[in-house]
């Protein structure tokens, strides 16, 4: 079970991440269908040989003929696909995903799901501010991370199978968290940059001074342009380690405002000496 | 008065942006000449041919050779200079300056300068995470955003000149603003941003999620890495404009923790919608 090698891998959600993994793979040469809402995704991904089949309303006899699935879909959506459809699936199979919150969703999927197949939870960490299969890119995943979050039901094999995947896609990066550091970490480095990303660009109407914008503020904004239904879900889905992670934020920011208001100059050198000295550990990585 | 050709230029403060400066007037045939703090500067200046001279303690006889002066000094040293030198400029001249925030020092110099010598404020914006004459670049300026913020005491043909000199540097954009417009929009676009990232970056020690670093916390914290000096003199002498900045950011970023908090999925998307809808404003301006 721990090899890829002339399997059937389905993609259930044929948006920008399932149609990049669908065109890595097919360029690979494995056989791939899909199973996404729009016939206008399926006709897309024919056309250019990104899947082999699709279609938009779930079948056993489309789905059973898969030796692997994975599950590309917004967090809800997974979870009642589960719930609607796992029947169709082939007994004996390992499914992954690829949400970007875990404790919320793994536990539940695991607790739903027949108990003849088994689901190894993954996040591809990669994205654009793009949408849909005719934004995939075959290439997405190269220099990214692919963090796989295994629970106790979960068998090495499995770990193993998803692995494999990470490697197909040519990850930067494998790594094995717990669904908790997952969110933890993606509740510091991803979901709290982007609510300071939206803050910023909404505390005030800024547009009057676009002339003058220069890279800090442009850089801190980029991810303003969000997917408000992805990440509001997104967002409620991991509430408890994202305040917590603001909440960090929030009182850092007001000791800086602070230590402004009084004037002390130590203070304000202090945070920026450390913030300097912090910043470094993630320069070295940079010339990766 | 107003055309720079044929006179002598002197920076004063021999950094990154005066070093810039005299480079780049250097590579266009002006004569140039420094008086900076360390005598390892006009070495290296001189050495590679971005001055003609330069002295470590300013005189008479050196400073009032020039016809044309730019001061490239820390606020409060600036201040400290004209105080103690402004009896070596040659009667008649203008001199400009490079300081990041207008208000505090605007009036300031202009009301303890000489009668007979006008001081016409400017700003370039722009700059590196690197510092010295030594890394001193021509090219720094292309591309980038030069405000002029005359006042009422100045000449038509002073902000002439200044408009000059960001001609020679070759700013992609040149602007007049008053003072307090300037400090405005600089402490929103430039010094809320620097304290945005340097609170992200100090509010835990993040260190141990290096690994898992994506784009949007490299971005946002990439000017993380500050001059405490600099950066400490900057916000003090902006103090009012910045915490107001920081109160509306403050206030943003709590209403989406509260709306988070409180679950309300309506609201959250109603911020990310203005968010996505004002970022555009600025990827129009990326694309220039």
Chains 1, 2 share one sequence.
Not at 138 to 154: D, Q, V, W
Request: charged share 25%; with cysteine; net charge negative.
């Amino acid at each position: 079970m721990n090899n890829l090698q002339n399997k059937k891998i389905l993609i259930v959600g044929l948006g920008l991440i399932g149609g990049s993994y669908a065109s890595a793979l097919s360029n690979k040469g494995y056989y791939v269908g899909a199973v996404t809402k729009d016939s206008s995704s399926i006709e897309y991904a024919l056309k250019h040989n990104i899947i082999k089949e699709g279609i938009t309303n779930p079948s056993k006899e489309f789905i059973e003929k898969y030796d692997f699935v994975v599950f590309a879909l917004y967090p809800k959506i997974f979870v009642e696909w589960i719930e609607n459809y796992q029947q169709y699936l082939k007994s004996g199979i390992v499914i992954t995903d690829v949400t970007g919150i875990k404790s919320e969703i793994v536990y539940k999927i695991q607790t739903i799901l027949r108990k003849d197949i088994e689901f190894i939870p993954a996040h591809p960490m990669a994205g654009r501010e793009v949408y849909g299969v005719e934004n995939s890119d075959p290439n997405l995943f190269k220099g990214a991370n692919y963090i796989i979050t295994p629970t106790s039901e979960n068998t090495p094999e499995a770990v193993d199978l998803a692995r494999k995947l990470g490697e197909i896609l040519e990850f930067k990066s494998i790594s094995i968290l717990t669904p908790e550091e997952h969110d933890e970490m993606i509740g510091f480095l991803s979901q709290l940059t982007h609510c300071i990303a939206v803050s910023l660009m909404t505390c005030k109407d800024s547009r009057y001074l676009v002339d003058y914008t220069g890279d800090s503020f442009r850089d801190l904004t980029r991810i303003a342009k969000i997917n408000e239904f992805m990440w509001t879900e997104l967002f409620l889905m991991n509430k408890n380690q994202l305040l917590s992670q603001m909440d960090l934020f929030l009182k850092q920011f007001k000791e800086l405002r602070d230590a402004l208001a009084k004037e002390d100059e130590e203070k304000m050198k202090e945070i920026m000496r450390l913030s300097t000295e912090r910043r470094k550990y993630f320069d070295k990585k940079e010339s990766d």
